[in-house]
């Protein structure tokens, strides 16, 4: 079983940055990519942003593309999302995944417990 753990979440200003952290203890086979999706209060879990670990490409959703930056180092099975010009409309709880690489949260086999972002203005 692969455990993920994030970290790094917190009440934040509009207009702050802020990075996440997501930490595998292990990326068996069928672990092509890790994800950041979010929730907020009612509403589905949504993607955010994803990494290929075979070729380090990475994925944006439209909300978040040129604000969001993920990034990962793969010796250590950790990704990062450095989150810069927040919104209150960011405010929801991260979760980081792993699993084959898809925009689809019900295609990532593992999920992380989640870190909750809450940005006020």
């Known amino acids: 079983q692969v455990q993920l753990v994030e970290s790094g979440g917190g009440p934040m200003q509009t207009g702050a940055s802020l990075t996440l952290s997501c930490a595998a203890s292990d990326r068996p086979f069928g672990i092509f990519a890790m994800a950041w999706f979010r929730q907020a209060p009612g509403k589905e879990r949504e993607f955010v942003a994803a990494?290929?670990?075979?070729?380090?490409?990475?994925y944006y959703s439209n909300s978040v593309k040129g604000r969001f930056t993920v990034s990962g180092d793969s010796a250590k099975n950790t990704i990062y999302l450095r989150m810069t010009s927040l919104e209150p409309e960011d405010t929801a709880v991260y979760y980081c995944?792993?699993?084959?690489?898809?925009?689809?949260?019900?295609?990532?086999?593992?999920w992380g417990q989640g870190t909750q972002v809450a940005v006020s203005s």
């Open positions: 990494i290929n670990w075979s070729d380090s490409d990475t």
């Open positions: 995944a792993a699993g084959p690489l898809s925009r689809v949260a019900s295609k990532y086999i593992y």
